[in-house]
Nanobody, 125 residues
Framework: QVELVESGGGLGQAGDSLRLSCAAS??????MGWFRQAPGKVREFVAA????????IYADSVKGRFTIFRDNPKNTVYLQMNSLKPRDTAIYYC????????????????????WGQGIQVFVSS
C-alpha cells in the first residue's frame, strides 16, 4: 500500500515563500516529482528529483525560484517555493515512481504510479 500526503499549502502574496512537504509510506526512496494543475488547465510538470537527490529537473516556469529536495530518513520530499507569482496558483500534487523499472528521474506524469491527494496554493497579486 502506497500513500503520499502533501502539506504546507495555503495562501500567499506575490513575492512570498512557501514550502510544500510530501510524506511517503509504503515506498523506499523512489524518484519523486511535483506537478500542478490550475483551474481550467491540464496538469503540468513542476520539478523532479532522483532517488538520492543528486539530480533534479525543473520546469522553465519555476526554474530559479523553486527548489526540490528530499530527506530520505524521513521519506519526505519538499518543494521550496520562493518569489511566488499569481501564476503559481494551482493544486500541487506529489508523485512517486513505482514498479520494477522505476529507477530514473522522470517528468512525464505517466511515469509516476502513486499520487498524493493534492494541496491548494493560492498566490494573490
Amino acid at each position: 500500500q502506497v500513500e503520499l500526503v502533501e502539506s504546507g499549502g495555503g495562501l500567499g502574496q506575490a513575492g512570498d515563500s512557501l514550502r510544500l512537504s510530501c510524506a511517503a509510506s509504503g515506498l523506499i526512496t523512489p524518484p519523486m516529482g511535483w506537478f500542478r494543475q490550475a483551474p481550467g488547465k491540464v496538469r503540468e510538470f513542476v520539478a523532479a528529483i532522483d532517488w538520492n537527490g543528486a539530480n533534479t529537473i525543473y520546469a522553465d516556469s519555476v526554474k530559479g525560484r523553486f527548489t526540490i529536495f528530499r530527506d530520505n530518513p524521513k521519506n519526505t520530499v519538499y518543494l521550496q517555493m520562493n518569489s511566488l507569482k499569481p501564476r503559481d496558483t494551482a493544486i500541487y500534487y506529489c508523485a512517486a515512481r513505482t514498479g520494477a523499472r522505476s529507477f530514473d528521474i522522470a517528468t512525464n506524469p505517466a511515469d509516476f504510479g502513486a499520487w498524493g491527494q493534492g494541496i491548494q496554493v493560492f498566490v494573490s497579486s
